[in-house]
């Protein structure tokens, strides 16, 4: 049976619409909310997705109050997808930690009690979802994907592990190496366990020296941001891409910080770049 769609806010702005959608998730046995931006029509062509992943403690309304990428996506006519970042409601498991359970989803499919029944973001976004999208908008099949720190290590896994899906992948401060910081190493061995084999899927150091194809990256890291030199170090996975000759750009910005005033600032590059890929 089709999944029902029922809107929940929308608001006219840079000549397109914002729009808040709730619908029921098989994947993740809860009700979940997304935000969509909807450029104004430019001709009879299906407008390509970015896909815009947000972080710890963050929901579906983050990225779409707070990024100011609408006005740049109306201008290339990009439709921007916001998913939440976890399975949310009261029959979801929680933690009292902010970066674990709801708002720390992680982007994977737990295999752990008591996370396995409903955390399974990973396949959400890479099936479920999109192919709601696809159902129920009018959207070309061109797709590219960006994200913030968890939602940067959740947009660049996606990619990483399914590079014929996107042009093109970006982020803001992604967490590159979670097998190996302290925010990565509590969630992956919280909702995966304690077998590090099982941690490598979700891994992007590690998934880009296997990866299937190569995709152009671009990564965007402020050098005032707080949690740069512990959960961050995007230079690890420079270094990967430099040994395997991978077409990433890292561009480390002075002064910036974690927060959305730095997504802000450079969301215009990235739109513009996946611009570049999605209507090439
Ligand atoms: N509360 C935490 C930090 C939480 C935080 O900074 N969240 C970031 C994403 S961090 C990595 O995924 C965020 O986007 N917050 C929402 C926002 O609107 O800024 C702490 O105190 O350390």
Redesign the pocket.
């Given at each position: 049976m089709p999944t029902t769609l029922e809107l929940l806010e929308e608001h006219r702005l840079f000549g397109g619409w914002q729009q808040r959608w709730r619908h029921h998730s098989s994947q993740l046995g809860c009700n979940m909310t997304f935000g969509i931006f909807l450029p104004g029509p430019k001709g009879d062509t299906p407008p390509p997705v970015v896909w815009c992943l947000?972080?710890?403690?963050?929901t579906d309304e983050?990225f779409a109050v707070?990024s100011g990428a609408q006005r740049v996506a109306a201008e290339l006519g990009l439709v921007l997808v916001m998913p939440d970042t976890s399975p949310r409601g009261d029959e979801v498991p929680n933690d009292e930690a902010?970066d674990l359970g709801q708002g720390a989803g992680f982007y994977l499919n737990a295999t752990q009690e008591p996370w396995r029944q409903h955390f399974r973001m990973y396949d959400y976004l890479n099936e479920e979802l999109p192919a709601l999208i696809a159902a129920s908008f009018n959207i070309s099949d061109r797709q590219a994907i960006m994200g913030?720190?968890?939602?940067g290590h959740g947009a660049l896994v996606l990619a990483l592990r399914n590079p014929h899906r996107f042009a093109s992948a970006s982020a803001f401060a992604p967490i590159v190496n979670p097998s190996e910081v302290p925010w990565g190493v509590k969630a992956l061995g919280a909702y995966l366990g304690e077998d590090r084999e099982q941690w490598r899927q979700y891994d992007s150091c590690l998934l880009m020296q296997q990866a299937a194809a190569q995709l152009p990256i671009l990564i965007d890291q402020g050098d005032s941001d707080q949690?740069l030199a512990d959960q961050l170090q995007p230079e690890r996975l420079e270094a990967v891409a430099q040994q395997s000759g991978w077409p990433l750009t890292l561009r480390i910005q002075p002064g910036y910080d974690?927060?959305?005033f730095f997504i802000a600032s450079f969301v215009e590059d990235h739109l513009r770049f996946h611009a570049q890929h999605l209507l090439a």
């Open positions: 947000a972080g710890l403690t963050c983050n707070k902010y913030h720190s968890m939602g949690f974690h927060s959305y």
